[in-house]
């Protein structure tokens, strides 16, 4: 039997007086008992307990938290203001957190101006920034109370403090302006959803279809659009989308259905796998640039650079020793160099006859030398510029990964590139990056077996006729069950009726973003001839 401890009553009963209405207010902040805490508010106040930012902050959190009961309601909203009044009259400085909580108060009041302004005033506070959840009542607020532009004025201070919106906020402002009839937002915030969410919800996509089912949106559009216009701005874009605003006029049909696995649509148009487009290309090379300079020898980076510009022709870079260590942990196991070339060769064959590259470290470089039947093989790769060796002392992932994104080409390895070195990159479109061009491999009782990109990118999407295909998050059955809405409308075939060269129809298209060819390289980018 367990016998009480004696040492944990004394310390109890020798608590101060702002420690004993801190282990209580706990205790009605658990139990949810917000009578029970103004009582414990009160006697602290009558008895002259020194209250501090944390008393404050438990109170504020309650009563917020309370506003959702009906009963509750006007006691929580009462209270919590006298409470923040107290706080400012003490001197007690609030945090984020205050904020916060304050501000739901004043949303729940209705009062979303008030909550705009707390958020707005939190940099008068030391150490004190907003997040996103210091943001929502104002921006629900102001989109339940149809007031499109001061919710997007919320907007547009979350991004000059840094703040990502998310599903849920990108959401409420998509729905505001479709209950605004801001046919202009509607499009900036489906790119803004298509940029940061990968599948939609249920309640975004209804959303979504209650925009396209009404009026507003069979008058808005533009016809005679130019077509090399139009696939200029899918190719600068990455593919699946070109963002030039709604395509043709009229009547939009609005569907669910699913996806072939080419990324067929009943509606005869074909998915795509979406690269990040040109300006982000160029950004993350940059980045990884700099940071390698940072951490290699910067002549040793410099002179791999200025090698691959004079060496730009390569569609697909492997990560060498990634593949010739692949299950090579066991008795007998080292450096497979045979592996290596069976993907050499592999992606050879696919290319029709052009070489990968393989980034390989020096160190490796020499043991395979110091072996007869592998030298041969490491020269005839050498004579085919098919090695780049990179120096002692260098991590080669700096140099395999900047290839691919600078080349704009695959990337076999297996690496999930998970490690403190990718997470430096900071990169939310690293992910699109990896699906579009990374390369996993597997080596099935010795059979190298490739596996490509996904044909196609499970991603809202644009075409160029103007229609769209939104992805839905799964059902409880899995990805089989997956639905899309599948949105077009008649006169979208029609609205993209000229390029420069004179063509008229979109139906000879080829999407160089959705090519078959192993390497999946992105062409640059030219203004139409």
């Excluded at 592996?339 to 050499?344: G, H, M, S």
Aim: charged content about 25%.
């Amino acid at each position: 039997m367990e016998h009480p401890n004696p040492n944990k009553k004394r310390k109890k009963a020798n608590q101060n007086p702002e420690a004993k209405f801190q282990y209580e207010l706990n205790s009605c902040s658990k139990a949810k008992d917000l009578r029970g805490a103004i009582s414990l508010y009160d006697d602290a106040v009558s008895s002259n307990t020194r209250l501090n930012q944390h008393h404050f902050n438990a109170l504020l959190y309650l009563c917020s938290n309370s506003v959702a009961d009906a009963a509750l309601r006007p006691t929580a909203l009462d209270f919590g203001f006298r409470a923040f009044r107290h706080m400012s009259s003490l001197g007690v400085a609030p945090n984020e957190a205050t904020v916060t909580a304050v501000a739901r108060l004043a949303a729940a009041s209705g009062d979303s101006d008030r909550a705009f302004e707390l958020v707005k005033s939190i940099s008068q506070y030391n150490n004190a920034l907003p997040r996103l959840r210091t943001y929502d009542p104002a921006l629900f607020g102001f989109c339940e109370m149809l007031n499109a532009d001061k919710a997007y004025e919320v907007e547009e201070h979350m991004n000059g403090a840094g703040v990502n919106l998310e599903e849920a906020e990108l959401a409420a402002l998509l729905k505001v302006s479709v209950l605004c009839g801001r046919a202009d937002k509607v499009y900036e915030y489906l790119h803004k959803i298509r940029s940061s969410v990968r599948c939609v919800s249920e309640s975004t996509a209804a959303v979504i279809e209650e925009w396209f089912r009404g009026s507003a949106a069979s008058e808005v559009g533009e016809v005679g659009l130019d077509l090399g216009r139009v696939r200029e701005g899918v190719l600068r874009n990455g593919g699946g989308w070109h963002g030039l605003g709604w395509v043709g006029k009229g009547d939009w049909v609005v569907s669910r259905t699913s996806v072939d696995d080419d990324g067929s649509c009943c509606c005869g148009e074909r998915l795509v796998c979406v690269d990040i487009d040109d300006a982000e290309t160029e950004k993350f090379a940059g980045s990884l640039a700099g940071l390698a300079m940072e951490r290699e020898v910067k002549a040793n980076f410099s002179e791999f650079q200025a090698w691959l510009e004079n060496h730009a022709s390569y569609e697909a870079i492997v990560d060498g020793a990634n593949v010739g260590l692949y299950q090579q942990n066991f008795a007998d196991g080292g450096f497979s160099i045979s592996q290596l070339d069976d993907v050499v060769k592999e992606l050879y064959n696919r290319s029709g006859k052009k070489w990968p590259l393989v980034v390989l470290h020096n160190k490796r470089l020499r043991g395979l030398m110091e072996n007869p039947s592998s030298r041969r093989l490491v020269e005839e790769w050498m004579n085919n510029g098919v090695l780049y060796t990179t120096p002692n002392g260098s991590n080669d992932d700096w140099y395999w990964l900047f290839a691919a994104v600078k080349l704009r080409c695959l990337l076999v390895t297996n690496d999930e590139m998970r490690d403190h070195i990718f997470e430096l990159i900071g990169s939310n479109f690293f992910n699109q990056w990896k699906e579009r061009h990374q390369v996993h491999y597997t080596f099935v009782k010795g059979n190298l077996k490739l596996q490509m990109p996904p044909s196609y990118s499970l991603v809202i999407q644009e075409s160029e006729k103007g229609y769209w295909h939104v992805p839905l998050v799964p059902g409880i059955s899995g990805e089989s069950t997956r639905c899309w809405l599948c949105i077009t409308r008649p006169s979208g075939h029609e609205a993209v009726i000229t390029d420069s060269n004179g063509v008229s129809s979109l139906d000879s298209q080829v999407n160089e973003n959705n090519a078959t060819s192993v390497t999946g390289k992105r062409k640059e980018t030219s203004p139409p001839s």
